[in-house]
T-cell receptor
Framework: KQEVTQIPAALSVPEGENLVLNCSFTDSAIYNLQWFRQDPGKGLTSLLLIQSSQREQTSGRLNASLDKSSGRSTLYIAASQPGDSATYLCAKGGYQKVTFGTGTKLQVIP | DTEVTQTPKHLVMGMTNKKSLKCEQHMGHRAMYWYKQKAKKPPELMFVYSYEKLSINESVPSRFSPECPNSSLLNLHLHALQPEDSALYLC??????????????FGPGTRLTVL
């Protein structure tokens, strides 16, 4: 069974800190890796998409990397802000299905 | 327009009711998805439509009945639901069918409560 896990499950940091969220997957048959943000009770907002042929993608203060050989992706958030507080989900894209990770709940304290 | 819309935003229904959830996108995407998300859990895939045909049914109970009347619309018909079906129901779409190389876009979800 494909599994996608995220560590840590929860993270609390002071404003301004740089942080890294981790995503691990067990099946190397990957088309892409997508990072989402979800606010409480809301839908998912796509943050970054890394194709299997790519190593990383950047958008503003966010940088995501992908290492297929080790089955890992990381999301780096620079200079965190209280508005970054949300749950972050990674999702491994297969041929037809997307498998979501367990999520990291981030709280940025002013 | 990179928006997926869902209606209603909230729905409360009894176990004997029949209701429908609606999802719409105008991005020309030909793959559409229904997910169920319980509190503090990741979304779970329910159905996948590719070019208006059902391509994946993740062993979802028959009280959930999907329908894709055209390339822009996706419905989820609900009948005789159970209280444990209460959840956030998310719709998503992806371009050029179910190719794994494309980005998935999500709607805001419908919060369903079954009494």
């Amino acid at each position: 069974k494909q599994e996608v896990t995220q560590i840590p499950a929860a993270l609390s940091v002071p404003e301004g800190e740089n942080l890294v969220l981790n995503c691990s997957f067990t099946d190397s048959a990957i088309y892409n890796l997508q990072w989402f943000r979800q606010d409480p009770g809301k839908g998912l907002t796509s943050l970054l998409l890394i194709q299997s042929s790519q190593r990383e993608q950047t958008s503003g203060r966010l940088n995501a990397s992908l290492d297929k050989s080790s089955g890992r992706s990381t999301l780096y958030i620079a200079a965190s802000q209280p508005g970054d507080s949300a749950t972050y989900l990674c999702a491994k894209g297969g041929y037809q299905k997307v498998t979501f990770g367990t999520g990291t709940k981030l709280q940025v304290i002013p | 327009d990179t928006e997926v819309t869902q209606t209603p935003k909230h729905l409360v229904m009894g176990m004997t009711n029949k209701k429908s959830l609606k999802c719409e996108q105008h991005m020309g995407h030909r793959a559409m998805y229904w997910y169920k998300q319980k509190a503090k859990k990741p979304p779970e895939l329910m159905f996948v439509y590719s070019y208006e045909k059902l391509s994946i049914n993740e062993s979802v109970p028959s009280r959930f009945s999907p329908e894709c009347p055209n390339s822009s619309l996706l419905n989820l018909h609900l009948h005789a639901l159970q209280p444990e079906d209460s959840a956030l129901y998310l719709c998503a779409s992806k371009s050029t069918g179910t190719s794994g190389y494309n980005e998935q876009f999500f709607g805001p979800g419908t919060r369903l409560t079954v009494l």
